[in-house]
């Protein structure tokens, strides 16, 4: 009865708190929705969504209003019902329908669902874990769990979506009415929660536990087997660091290591070859420090036969004493007859190492590399070594793992038994016989640790100043779950990509946080998906190079970096969220991503976005032309006339018919039946009839003619020119012909039949027919920006010298279609920037915009107010000759993995 009273108590307070809080978030609300409308970076689409959902707010709050009690009453019932599956409340309490509390719903609201639960998490702060702690006391349980709160965030969050849901409004405003009202609430978390501990507080539950070492199972006994003369606790009992809630360092680092001293130099020649100090000789290589042996650190001892066994005393809270660590001296992944180097390049599918006589694109100086200070040597222990084991998190006081593990406060005490629920809920599963899959207890126990004990961006760097590697910090605890040397090995490549990667300059500083917070979920990914460190094309990898790639062009470009780091950071809380268990989360946050950088370097600046636009309408005049050109040319093989009239039709009077097409359909069926007429006028007439009518179609045609020229703005005196060789041709024609075994024309109705096709149905072109028209795309181009006033740059004709060419050689040239190394393609993105270095050009550019169709790039050239244009042919013969490079010569992990590399080959290059 005590806790049918203190929970219906907690009940009454709580709901009274959150109910008095829902009435007055609609003018807050209505508020915020206005200022999201207004804001300058919000489309015009999204604007018009963001307005109806306001208008659509104030005439269903009342029956919102009204339904967000109802539905909380019920989820109240049903949560208190099932809180640790051993109270039952009186019937008052327990006769609650059955209501499921997650329905199935789409990937986008579970992930809006889950931002909503979060923020109220964040936003009810210390209030909700003393709320964890007190629900816990109450029922007589050890272990913290939130889920088994039944006043927590996740019901608010799932009566607020019910009410709303109920309302059957436009899937759109209903979405932004949700996320709205979340945010509007949110700010009254801490009092809702306030107030439930309040009424905890005087019903004399606090928010302490009492700490409680329980001895290891003994199916971990292959872990941490501590016999008595090895110590590890009371008696020679050895104790689970992971159900103790006392990690590896918790104690003084110095109780064992000035027992140590001494015993250090004896042993460093015979650690040399120890799989423990190969490896930390490899992290001080990546670090960029002189590759050495070690500072005298316990990995050393653990090679040295000849050291002495440090008494029971001097072990570490919850480890096995150091001639047990000497049975397994480093990572049994690492054997010494195997190089390094090797291994490595067998773990991320690389096949051949570089040779000594192959460029090597990692030199020194070709990769921005900021090396990792150590810390000095008298604070080794007490700083980075004396945290090593130690789990992070933001509420942690900074005292844990630097005194004795008696002083421990509760927040570690909670972590610690968290993941003591993982470990035993792991241990039910496995000995229930479940598939090996099912029953990954690293994998689950690394995805708990993302989701609740990973520091928050300030708590990211240490004492130095450096990012912290937060894997190698817990290795001994990750270790001890590891079911096998995979799995250790795993743990150590991660660790090493992450030791590398947190130092890469071609990363902004703030990106290198956030990805340092995602370590826990790349490494379970990694044990999940054995191809993550193999395979270039894994989706979690292309979505972490291309945020890291688009944060640092951001940084550079700068008028699209706000908008990027906002967008960045909604990546990072989702991720933040969420562990690999998600199906398909990196590639669908990508193809996101994906969209908004497309649309943000696109539209951002109004210069590049009304290129874009031109060059859009240029490709589709140029097809268009394309598509008349072909149709023109399969008609004219077999009529022999003067190649330079030739010409004249087959490329100028086609711009002529285009231009029509898009003016007057009428004029343009004029421009095509002109074609057949001019080419039958040019030929011999032996007939009087003919003559006679081509004297009478003479006007007609030549005034179509100079309508077609004047059309296209030609000059007063090109027209004449051509006028007046017409004129002689018609001259001839009419003039009877001396040789009367002279081959004599098609007849008009025969000229006409031959360009039926052409002159009456639809055209049609083949992709490899474009290429032989390609002189006329920039002419369009031109033609495009010149009309609309734009100050683009064509960069084309600056970079490289135009081929020579003739009156008769326009309709040739690249003739020859040439294809695009696919090499390039895969880097040519949005977003990337290159360093053009061209003999009349040389800037550093950002690529703005892609055409789909890979026949050009839009630019924006550093200190230039106006974007450039340049061709996926020129820009491929640059990289060629050198002329371009590309800012980051390889993604991120790539680079990682290559210097890695170098420095494994490094380390093994060693000689004692």
């Known amino acids: ?148 709160n039944p006043f927590r965030p996740y019901l608010l969050a799932r009566c607020i979506f019910l009410a709303v849901e109920e309302q059957r409004l436009p899937k759109e405003s209903e979405a932004i009415i949700i996320e709205q009202l979340g ?67 918790a104690q003084a680092a110095g109780q064992g290591h000035a027992q140590m001293q001494g015993a250090f130099p004896a042993a460093q020649q015979a650690s040399m070859v120890s799989p423990g100090v190969r490896l930390e000789q490899l992290f001080q290589t990546v670090r960029g420090k002189p590759l050495s042996l070690p500072p005298a650190t316990p990995i050393l001892a653990q090679s040295a036969g000849s050291m002495q066994t440090a008494p029971a005393s001097t072990s570490y809270a919850g480890m096995p004493s150091l001639d047990t660590q000497v049975v397994n001296a480093g990572p049994g992944w690492l054997k010494d007859a195997n190089a390094l180097g090797g291994i490595l390049r067998q773990a991320f599918g690389e096949t051949v190492a570089t ?121 001994d605890a990750l270790y001890s779950l590891a079911k096998d040397t995979d799995e250790q090995m795993c743990i150590d ?33 990694a044990l999940k998906e054995k191809n993550l460190l193999s395979d270039g094309k894994h989706p979690a990898r292309l979505l972490l190079n291309r945020i890291c790639s688009i944060a640092y062009s951001a940084e550079q470009i700068g008028d699209v970096e706000n908008h990027v780091a906002e967008e960045i950071a909604r990546i990072i809380k989702t991720l933040m969220r969420h562990d690999s268990e998600v199906p398909e989360l990196f590639s669908r946050i990508q193809n996101r991503f994906e969209t908004f950088i497309a649309r943000e370097l696109r539209t951002n600046d109004v210069h590049i976005r009304r290129t874009v636009k031109a060059m859009d309408e240029a490709e589709i005049r140029f097809m268009r032309f394309a598509c008349i050109a072909v149709a023109i040319s399969k008609a004219m093989p077999k009529v022999h006339v003067d190649p330079g009239f030739r010409s004249f039709l087959k490329t100028e009077w086609v711009k002529a018919i285009e231009v029509a097409e898009r003016t007057d359909a009428i004029l343009a069926r004029r421009y095509r039946l002109l074609v057949p007429d001019l080419l039958w006028s040019v030929f011999p007439k032996t007939e009087n009839e003919e003559r006679s009518l081509l004297s009478s179609m003479l006007p007609s045609m030549v005034g179509t003619l100079r309508h077609g020229l004047d059309l296209m703005e030609w000059e007063k005196a090109r027209q004449q020119k051509l006028l007046n060789w017409l004129a002689e041709a018609h001259s001839k024609a009419l003039r009877p012909s001396a040789d009367s075994k002279k081959p004599q024309g098609l007849s008009l109705p025969a000229m006409h039949e031959r360009f039926e096709q052409f002159t009456n149905q639809a055209d049609t072109v083949e992709h490899s027919e474009i290429h032989l028209y390609e002189f006329a795309r920039e002419y369009y181009q031109l033609a495009v920006l010149a009309e609309l006033g734009l100050r683009t740059r064509m960069l084309d004709k600056e970079v490289r010298k135009p081929p020579a060419t003739t009156d008769d050689a326009l309709t040739v040239t690249g003739a020859t279609e040439s294809s695009l190394n696919p090499a390039y393609l895969e880097r040519i993105v949005s977003g990337t920037l290159i360093d053009i270095k061209a003999d009349s050009v040389k800037a550093k550019a950002c690529l703005r915009w892609v055409d789909p169709y890979l026949n050009h790039v839009v630019l924006s050239l550093r200190g230039e107010e106006y974007p450039a244009v340049l061709s996926m042919r020129v820009f491929c013969e640059l990289l060629d000759f050198g002329k371009l490079r590309f800012v980051e010569e390889e993604p991120l992990f790539e680079r990682a993995i290559h210097i890695l590399l170098k420095s494994a080959d490094e380390v093994d290059n060693v000689r004692v």
């Not at 809702?192 to 005087?202: H, Q, R």
């Not at 290891?216 to 104790?239: D, F, H, I, K, L």
């Not at 300059?505 to 790349?522: A, T």
Request: hydrophobic share 40%; with cysteine; aromatic share 4%.
């Open 493 to 525: 490549l991660v660790a090493m990509l992450f030791e590398v990667m947190l130092c890469d300059e071609l990363v902004p500083i703030k990106m290198r946080i956030d990805l340092g917070r995602l370590q826990f979920l790349i490494l379970q990914l």
């Open 183 to 249: 945010e509007s609430i949110a700010g009254s978390m801490a009092t809702v929660y306030e107030a439930a501990n309040a009424a905890l507080e005087k019903q004399g539950i606090s928010a302490h536990l009492s700490l409680k070492i329980s001895k290891a199972p003994e199916s971990q006994t292959s872990r941490n087997t501590n016999t008595p003369a090895q110590g590890g606790g009371v008696g020679g009992q050895g104790y689970s660091t992971m159900q103790a809630g006392v990690f590896p360092g």
């Open 1 to 148: 009865m005590v806790a049918n009273e203190s929970l219906s108590s907690a009940r009454a307070e709580f709901t009274h708190a959150f109910n008095h809080a829902v009435p007055g978030i609609l003018p807050e609300a209505l508020e915020a929705l206005l200022t999201k409308a207004n804001y300058n970076g919000t489309s015009s689409a999204e604007k018009g969504r963001i307005v109806s959902a306001r208008s659509l707010l104030p005439e269903k709050w009342d029956a919102i209003s009204r339904a967000i009690p109802v539905h909380l009453v019920h989820l109240l019932d049903r949560s208190i019902t099932t809180a640790y599956s051993t109270f039952r409340p009186a019937s008052a309490l327990g006769q609650a329908t059955e209501l499921a509390l997650l329905d199935s719903s789409t990937f986008e609201t579970t992930l809006r669902f889950n931002e909503m639960t979060q923020n109220f998490r964040d936003k009810a702060g210390q209030g909700l874990l003393d709320l964890n702690i007190r629900i816990a006391v109450l029922f007589g349980q050890d272990d913290i769990r939130e889920r088994e």
């Open 355 to 475: 040779s000594n006589g192959q460029r090597d694109k990692h030199a020194e100086g070709s990769i921005p590399f900021t090396a990792r200070e150590s810390a000095p040597a008298g604070a080794s222990n007490g700083g980075n070594q004396g945290n090593s084991g130690q789990f992070a998190h933001a509420g942690l006081p900074s005292s844990v793992g630097k005194a004795s593990a008696d002083l421990i406060q509760v927040p570690a005490a909670l972590v610690a038994s968290h993941l003591q629920n993982i470990e035993s809920h792991l241990k039910q599963r496995a000995e229930a016989q479940l598939p090996p899959e099912l029953s990954m207890g690293l994998g689950k126990v690394l995805g708990q640790m993302h989701k609740v004990m990973v520091p928050d961006s300030v708590a990211m760097k240490d004492g130095q100043g450096e990012i912290r590697n937060l894997i190698r910090e817990h290795k």
